[in-house]
């Protein structure tokens, strides 16, 4: 198998690191985290989004709208260049694929259902082990192949969305549904809210099972837009990226506006539907500026979470849940009365300290605390016992 002469094409790279990617990895996971904040500001805690909300303000609802379902779509994107990236990696060195690339998603699974139990319901890695672990043989498939592979997630993944709507479900469900209640994360202790986790396993995880479809979608279309320039500066990339965009900010965020008031009956078109059409455009928009400019603190900073990218995005919950939840300083509660104000100013803060605690790490060492110990347990099975001489 072989990749199409467009793929061999390099982003602008720092290193052995592809320092644009990093960048906009970095904006996807501060980007999710301005979607979490929401649930973690939240007096019900993640019980918020199972529970139909009061009406909501303008402020808030634009507020909610600019991250909602958009960097998560980002950060799948990407997710799909790395699976490519690696795909790639394998051919050069002669290695059978997918190989030891499955050993990678099992342990990304583990790290999932870890992160899952101890701290974040809604966590996202568990639905990126599986997928990446259903379609990894599809990465070095003809085009043709993959086009009707993403044709058909695509059909699944509207027509689930579609009945969704149609059936009137607007996400939420009530304060009995909710393991252990509605006031778990306001007044309970840590114990019992890992005991909610296990209780609620199949209720906290549904929509790691109705995105499936999506992500399988998002994936191989990060894989096909790395392969067909999108990151490189020539005419081939602005004209991809352009009309990126026009179909991104050009028609998914005006529909992604309409649905952001059109009440909870939208809730799963606005999420999994307008998210990701703006989310192509994100990456369109921000890649193209990257590529203009080069250097400046800001997109180093960026690229620094980027670069530890799987430790930021467990600390940023971990860090949030130490600040909202009861057995941490209870913020969420005490501050219910400030919504819609202060879950912006906690964004703010949290991501900072992200950025501050990135670079400090990364002045030490190559890679974060979590990756490290992801790299080690990968090799550790791929290192062969030295003969006894």
């Not at 250097?295 to 467990?314: E, H, I």
Request: with cysteine; net charge positive; hydrophobic share 50%.
């Amino acid at each position: 198998m072989t990749v199409p002469d467009e793929a061999t094409a390099t982003p602008v790279a720092a290193g052995s690191r592809i320092q644009l990617l990093d960048v906009l990895r970095g904006v996807a996971i501060l980007g999710t985290l301005g979607t979490n904040i929401w649930i973690f500001t939240d007096p019900r805690g993640p019980a918020g989004a199972l529970i139909p909300p009061e009406s909501a303000g303008v402020v808030e609802t634009l507020l909610r709208m600019v991250s909602n379902g958009k960097f998560l779509a980002l950060l799948t994107l990407l997710f799909g260049v790395g699976l490519e990236l690696q795909y790639r990696s394998a051919l050069r060195r002669g290695r059978r694929w997918p190989g030891w690339y499955l050993w990678r998603a099992v342990l990304l699974l583990a790290e999932g259902a870890l992160h899952y139990l101890l701290i974040f319901e809604w966590d996202v890695l568990m639905a990126y082990a599986l997928v990446s672990i259903l379609i990894a043989g599809m990465v070095g498939r003809s085009d043709r192949a993959v086009r009707a592979c993403m044709a058909v997630a695509a059909t699944l993944h509207l027509a689930f969305i579609g009945l969704l709507t149609v059936a009137g479900v607007d996400g939420g469900g009530s304060d009995a549904a909710v393991p252990g209640g509605a006031d778990l994360y306001r007044l309970g202790g840590y114990p019992e809210q890992v005991a909610a986790r296990i209780e609620g396993v199949w209720l906290y995880r549904s929509e790691s099972i109705l995105i499936i479809p999506l992500t399988v979608l998002l994936f191989l279309a990060g894989s096909r837009l790395l392969r067909a320039g999108v990151f490189t500066a020539g005419p081939a990339g602005r004209s991809l990226r352009g009309r990126l965009a026009v179909v991104g900010l050009g028609i998914g965020l005006p529909l992604n506006l309409l649905t952001s008031f059109a009440g909870p009956r939208w809730f799963f078109v606005d999420r999994y539907v307008c998210g990701p059409l703006v989310a192509l455009g994100l990456l369109a928009v921000v890649t193209s500026l990257l590529l203009r400019t080069s250097g400046g603190q800001g997109r180093r900073r960026l690229a620094d979470v980027g670069r530890t990218a799987l430790s930021c995005y467990v600390l940023q919950n971990l860090i949030c849940a130490a600040l909202c939840y009861g057995w941490g300083l209870g913020l969420a509660g005490r501050f219910a009365e400030l919504r819609p104000w202060w879950p912006p100013v906690a964004w703010a803060a949290v991501a900072a300290g992200l950025v501050v605690a990135a670079g400090w790490w990364l002045r030490r060492f190559d890679r974060g605390p979590l990756e490290i110990a992801w790299h080690w347990a990968w090799q550790l099975p791929q290192r062969r016992p030295q003969p006894v001489r």
